[in-house]
C-alpha cells in the first residue's frame, strides 16, 4: 500500500526517533551500502528499483552535514551468484557528491544479496571497535548468503564502541522478509525504515542525515516530553497476559479512517521502546498488529503513536514465564550432527546457537521452525570439533536468551583409511571410519602447504558408515596429506601419502597426414582420467583433443582425434582433469606419409 502524498510526516518521525543517534556528529563517520543485486532491476511505477536508488542517494547527499566524512559500499553489482561480490567503491573521507554519483550511476545490478557480509565490511572499514561509526543500508531484500543479519546486529554492537546500523528496507513487502533488517538495525541502536516507493525512499534517505550535531562532551538536555490527551476515539485491545517471547496480535479501532502509526511496547515506565509494528489502515479497517514479546517477563505498555510521536491511545500487558526447553544429550562426538528438540508455546522464533562454556560467541547456529503437525522441529546444528564443555542457546531474534542447555563434545574415533603410496594421476579410493552425523570434505594437500589441492565429497552410506570417498591424485610425485575437514574447515582426522612417479606413455605414429584421424595407444597404471589433447609445437592452446576411457578387460581404449590439415610439428600431450601434464610426446603432421 503507498502513502498519501503528504508522506512528508515520515521524515518527522524519523527524526524524532532519531534525534539521540547523533548521526550528524562532526566526529561520527559513514558508510553507506548500496544493494545492487539482481532484484534492484525490478520496477516500481514504471521505473527500475535501482534508477530510484542512485536518485534518492544524490538527493540525500545534498542534505549531507558539513564537515561529516562519508564512505560507499555496494554488494551484487560485479557477478551472479556470487556471495563474496562485494566492493568499497569509496572509502570514507570528505564528501565528493558529484564522484559518488558517477559511481553510483556505474553500478549495474547481477548477484546475490549479502548484505551482512557487506555491514560487517564497512563496520571494519570504519575501526567501529576503536571509533563512533555508523551504517545506512539500503536493501530490497533479505539476505541471501547464509548469514544471519540480526546475529551480525548483535556482535557488531557488543564489539563497538558506539556502533550504529540504520537499515532502509526498500520495497520489502513481506513481514518475515523485513524481520532480519529489522533485527539488525534493533541490536546496534538504529532505526529499520519501510520505503515502499520512490518518494518513500528520498524521505527516509533524507531523514537519516537531517540530525542535530550534538557535540560529543556535551549530551544535548532532553527535551521535554509532550503528553497529549489520547484521543478519545482511538483504542488498541491486546491480551492482557501472553507468555515471553510469543506473538502477539493488537486490534485498533478509530472513529477516523486512515490513521496510521505504530505500535510501541515500553517495559512499565520506561521512554524506551523495546519494539515496535506498523499500523497500515486498508481503507476504513485497521487489519492487526503483529509484535513480538520479550524474553522478560515482567509488567510492559503498548502505545499507539501517529507519526508525530503523538499517543492515541495505549494499553497494559503482562508478560508471563513460559515452559520453553531444549532437548539435548548430555555429551555428543565432535563435529557430529545436533539435532535439538524444542519445546515452547506455539510462535517463537529466532535461532538455537552453540557457544563455548563461559563464552558468548556464536559458533554455529540452526533455524527455530515451527512443525506442521504442531510444536516444533528439531533445530540442527553441526558440533565443534574441539572437544569440552558448551552451551546451547535458543535466542530470539533480538538476541534474547530463551532457553538454554549444556553439552559436552567428546572425543571419537576419526579415521582415513588409504594406502601409504599410490601413482600420480590415478583414483584414489579413501574408506572413512567415524560416527554417524559427520559431514564435510576430505581434501590432498602438499605436505605443509594449506591449499587444497582437490577433494572428495563425505557421504553417509544407507545402511552403515559411511560410502569411500575418491579424487584423482596430483600429477607431481612428493609428499601429501589427507585430510578430513568439516564444513567449517576444522580439522577432523589426516593421513600421509606419497604420490609416486608412474610409467605412463601415448604411442602414435611419429608422421601422420593432415586431416586424417589417428589412435593414440595409452599405457599407465589403472585409474588414470583426462584428455589426449593436440597442440602446436611451443604452443599452449589445445586444438583438438580425445577422450581417455579404460578397457573393459585390462589397461585403456585407444584415444582418436583427427590432426589438423596445417602441417607441421605438434605435440600429443596427456592432461588430467586439472588439466596436469602426465605425459607427451612429439608428432608431425605432413602432407603425404614419406615411404
Known amino acids: 500500500m503507498h502513502k498519501p502524498d503528504n508522506f512528508y510526516t515520515l521524515g518527522t518521525a524519523i527524526l524524532l526517533s532519531l534525534a539521540s543517534t547523533t548521526l550528524a556528529a562532526a566526529d561520527n563517520k559513514t558508510i553507506l551500502v548500496l544493494d545492487a543485486s539482481g532484484s534492484m532491476w525490478e520496477q516500481i511505477e514504471g521505473k527500475p528499483k535501482i534508477e530510484i536508488a542512485r536518485t534518492a542517494l544524490k538527493s540525500m547527499l545534498a542534505d549531507w552535514p558539513e564537515g561529516q566524512e562519508v564512505g560507499l559500499v555496494a554488494y551484487g553489482h560485479r557477478s551472479k551468484g556470487d556471495c563474496k561480490d562485494i566492493e568499497t567503491l569509496l572509502p570514507v573521507g570528505t564528501l565528493d557528491a558529484d564522484k559518488i554519483g558517477k559511481v553510483v550511476d556505474g553500478l549495474i545490478p547481477k548477484g546475490k544479496t549479502p548484505l551482512s557480509a557487506a555491514v560487517q565490511q564497512a563496520a571494519e572499514a570504519l575501526k567501529y571497535t576503536e571509533e563512533q561509526a555508523t551504517v545506512i543500508l539500503i536493501s530490497d531484500g533479505k539476505e541471501t548468503c547464509d548469514r544471519d543479519p540480526c546475529v551480525l546486529g548483535a556482535e557488531l554492537e557488543k564489539a563497538g564502541v558506539n556502533f550504529t546500523a540504520h537499515v532502509i528496507g526498500f520495497d520489502v513487502a513481506k513481514l518475515e522478509d523485513q524481520a532480519g533488517l529489522k533485527c539488525l538495525a534493533d541490536n546496534t541502536g538504529g532505526k529499520f525504515i519501510a520505503a515502499a516507493n520512490a518518494k518513500e525512499l528520498n524521505q527516509a534517505l533524507i531523514a537519516t542525515v537531517q540530525l542535530p550535531v550534538v557535540e560529543a562532551t556535551t549530551p544535548a538536555p532532553e527535551p521535554a516530553k509532550p503528553t497529549p490527551a489520547p484521543l478519545p476515539s482511538a483504542k488498541i485491545t491486546a491480551p492482557s497476559t501472553a507468555e515471553k517471547g510469543t506473538l502477539i496480535k493488537i486490534e485498533h479501532q478509530a472513529e477516523q479512517p486512515g490513521l496510521e502509526g505504530h505500535v510501541y511496547l515500553y517495559a512499565k515506565g520506561k521512554d ?11 481503507g476504513d479497517r485497521y ?17 499507539w503513536k501517529d507519526p508525530q510521536e503523538q499517543l492515541l491511545a495505549e494499553t497494559a500487558i503482562t508478560v508471563t514465564e513460559a515452559h520453553i526447553a531444549l532437548k539435548v544429550p548430555e555429551s555428543a562426538p565432535k563435529g557430529t550432527l545436533l539435532k535439538v528438540g524444542l519445546t515452547a508455546p506455539a510462535n517463537l522464533e529466532g535461532h538455537v546457537h552453540i557457544v563455548a562454556k563461559g563464552k558468548d560467541k556464536s559458533i554455529t ?25 558448551y552451551e546451547i542457546k535458543w535466542l530470539s531474534d533480538r538476541n534474547e536468551l530463551l532457553a538454554a542447555a549444556p553439552i559436552q563434545v567428546t572425543e571419537s574415533e576419526v579415521k582415513l583409511e588409504l594406502p601409504a603410496s599410490a601413482p600420480k594421476g590415478t583414483l584414489l579410493k579413501i574408506g572413512l571410519t567415524a560416527p554417524d552425523g559427520l559431514a564435510g570434505h576430505v581434501h590432498i594437500f602438499a605436505k605443509g602447504k ?105 589397461g ?36 603425404n606419409i614419406s615411404e
Open 272 to 282: 524506551q521502546s523495546i519494539t515496535y509494528g506498523y499500523v497500515r489502515p486498508e
Open 287 to 303: 487489519p492487526p498488529t503483529e509484535l513480538r514479546l520479550p524474553a522478560t517477563p515482567g509488567d510492559y505498555t503498548l502505545s
Open 365 to 389: 547456529y540452526g533455524y527455530v521452525r515451527p512443525n506442521p503437525q504442531g510444536g516444533y522441529l528439531d533445530a540442527e546444528l553441526r558440533l565443534p570439533v574441539e572437544t569440552g564443555a
Open 450 to 554: 594449506d591449499q587444497s589441492i582437490t577433494y572428495g565429497y563425505v557421504r553417509e552410506n544407507p545402511i552403515k558408515g559411511y560410502e569411500p570417498t575418491e579424487f584423482s591424485l596430483p600429477a607431481t610425485p612428493g609428499d601429501y596429506e589427507v585430510k578430513w575437514l568439516s564444513e567449517r574447515n576444522e580439522l577432523l582426522a589426516e593421513a600421509p601419502i606419497q604420490v609416486t612417479e608412474a610409467d605412463i606413455r601415448l604411442s602414435a605414429p611419429d608422421q601422420v597426414q593432415k586431416s586424417t584421424e589417428i589412435q593414440i595407444a595409452l599405457q599407465g597404471p589403472d585409474g588414470l582420467s583426462g584428455h589426449i589433447h593436440l597442440f602446436a609445437k611451443g604452443k599452449d592452446q589445445s586444438i583438438t583433443y580425445g577422450y581417455v576411457r579404460a578397457s573393459a578387460t585390462q
Open 556 to 591: 585403456y581404449e585407444p584415444a582418436t582425434l583427427t590432426v589438423p590439415d596445417q602441417l607441421g610439428e605438434y605435440s600429443l600431450r596427456w592432461l588430467t582433469d586439472r588439466n596436469e601434464l602426465l605425459t607427451e610426446t612429439p608428432i608431425k603432421v605432413v602432407e
